[in-house]
């Protein structure tokens, strides 16, 4: 079994910087959607379901300037011109039915394909 053996030592001193959280950024990146107005989303990890939001809000219309190098994500959805995600994004991540409410409010529709077995299976999602 593997252990740490931590000794005393002289105080610590110096700087953390603290990146962005995927669970944070991704929902605020959905709500992008409610608004015309551009959105400057700054403090964004640069991870794959990132990128998948970003080519998803896309797919939908808006407007996505990602400056992932510099964590930052610029996002505009003037106007979204689709009430319909395409399967192929929506598949790779779970967190696509995050732009449900947004789409039903900005189009009066949204439709999410999405996977039944991960969604009904996590017991999280009631059916109205």
């Known amino acids: 079994m593997a252990k740490f053996l931590v000794q005393k030592s002289a105080p610590l001193h110096g700087e953390v910087k603290i990146s962005g959280s995927k669970n944070a950024v991704l929902p605020i990146m959905a709500a992008a959607l409610l608004t015309e107005e551009k959105c400057e989303i700054k403090d964004v990890p640069a991870l794959r379901d990132v ?61 999410i394909p999405f996977l039944a077995d991960v969604l009904l299976a996590s017991g999280r999602w009631n059916f109205i």
């Open 51 to 111: 990128q998948v939001m970003c080519k998803l809000l896309e797919s939908l219309g808006a407007t996505v300037d990602p400056e992932l190098d510099e964590n930052n994500v610029d996002i505009t959805a003037g106007s979204v011109l689709t009430y319909e995600a395409p399967y192929e994004l929506v598949k790779m991540m779970r967190a696509s039915i995050l732009v449900l409410g947004a789409l039903l409010l900005r189009t009066g529709r949204a439709v």
